[in-house]
């Protein structure tokens, strides 16, 4: 059996993050381990806002504040003038779509794995604007066709393409450079959901070529809950692009009936900011880039690829992952049994997992006729003797009833 990636580094990583031995954290789709250092930076900031308060600790910390830009930058391969600090991924992904100027009769071309809440927010606006919502049809490995991605940019012209990298409900890994060298091609608004592929693939915006990437803070990449970022392109920026609802920290009221926005990504941000968590990204961005997102990615994935050898074949469970590429999320189908009542097994056995619905993924998962899936998300880490725990532990529970 070959040695994985972070191998020898394994021990300080689990140190790192002690709740690993105490349980299997299968469930970093949801929400990952935070490591120490994002904990302490977290916790080291709310204790001075207790001290000396909340606008005097944002102003003693500026310099660290300042340098969350910098870390995202330096993770996404991009200029820290194009990151804008968000509440969220979703929060992220709909101040961009806000900022696309749709008109009556545009239509917008998605894929059928995209986000429930992306989806839900396409047809808002179909139902309020008017806008087309069009589905690129899947390939036969899984993945979105790209021809059809070019032959229906180039025949309807949509305003813009929005596609989830990684979705929810499944390992699949959508081509999205792939795309973004159609979408330069034709020069249409590109936005990428990362939401699930930031902190366990390497994320390059220029290889891309995306004029918006959506990101969270509390998945793969570590940090705490209530964080994400948004990356808006030197295009995107240049061409005068906003949100719909700005703010005075991204513009500036320079007459009175009129505001110049700002220059850069964080036209993009509200004023009000949560200090601490900002400063808890950036630790885990710094963390994740220290590990290294390459070894990062390929342990994730070979654990995850173990585990679905390791379900394949066996009576009453099915491994539901497609696509020519896949990543650490494996979805599972369980016969005999309600996805919370398996999830509850799981968990009495001090295994972390999470549940998807038919209601997340309305295509794909009428597509692979299951109402529900259980979700397996491991990490770097993880080890693979949990790997086979995890294992031992679903084929059991299923067989159980």
């Not at 990356?231 to 920290?249: C, K, N």
């Not at 990204?281 to 342990?299: D, K, M, Q």
């Not at 679905?308 to 539901?320: A, E, F, M, Q, S």
């Amino acid at each position: 059996m070959t040695t994985l990636p972070l191998e020898h580094d394994l021990a300080r990583l689990r140190a790192e993050t002690p709740t690993s031995e105490k349980l299997i954290h299968f469930n970093n789709a949801g929400a990952g381990l935070m490591p120490e250092p994002v904990v302490r930076t977290v916790t080291d900031h709310l204790l001075l806002e207790a001290e000396i308060g909340g606008y005097e600790a944002e102003e003693a910390r500026a310099s660290e504040i300042a340098a969350f830009y910098d870390a995202v930058a330096t993770l996404l391969g991009c200029s820290p003038s194009s990151v804008a600090f968000t509440a969220s991924a979703t929060d992220a992904y709909t101040r961009a779509l806000s900022a696309v100027p749709f008109e009556r009769g545009d239509s917008l071309l998605t894929t059928r794995n995209d986000y429930i809440s992306n989806q839900i927010a396409f047809m808002a606006l179909g139902r309020r604007y008017g806008i087309e919502v069009i589905h690129a049809p899947d390939a036969a490995d899984g993945r979105v066709d790209i021809a059809a991605v070019e032959a229906m940019i180039r025949n309807q012209r949509p305003r813009l393409v929005a596609v989830t990298h990684v979705p929810t409900d499944s390992g699949l890994v959508q081509p999205v450079a792939e795309i973004g060298a159609v979408c330069r091609e034709y020069a249409t608004l590109y936005l990428v959901d990362a939401c699930q592929s930031v902190g366990q693939l390497s994320v390059d915006v220029a290889e891309i070529g995306c004029d918006f990437l959506s990101a969270t803070g509390r998945k793969f990449l570590r940090g705490p809950r209530g964080t994400g970022f948004l990356y808006v392109s030197p295009r995107a920026l240049a061409a005068g692009l906003e949100p719909l609802f700005i703010d005075m920290r991204g513009a500036a009221w320079t007459e009175k009936q009129g505001y110049t926005s700002a220059d850069t990504a964080q036209r993009f941000e509200e004023w009000e900011s949560p200090y601490a968590l900002k400063l808890g990204l950036a630790a885990a961005v710094r963390y994740a880039i220290e590990v290294g997102l390459e070894p990062i990615s390929l342990r994730a994935s070979a654990l995850a690829a173990e585990l679905r050898l390791l379900l394949d074949g066996v009576d009453g469970v099915r491994v539901l992952d497609r696509g020519r590429e896949r990543c650490a999320i494996v979805t599972v189908a369980v016969d005999g049994w309600k996805g919370d009542d398996f999830r509850r097994e799981l968990t009495a056995r001090s295994i972390n997992s999470g549940i998807s619905l038919l209601e997340h993924s309305r295509f794909d998962f009428n597509d692979k006729g299951v109402d529900w899936a259980l979700r397996l998300s491991p990490h770097y880490y993880n080890t693979r003797a949990e790997v086979e725990k995890v294992a031992t532990a679903v084929v059991e529970v299923a067989a159980s009833r």
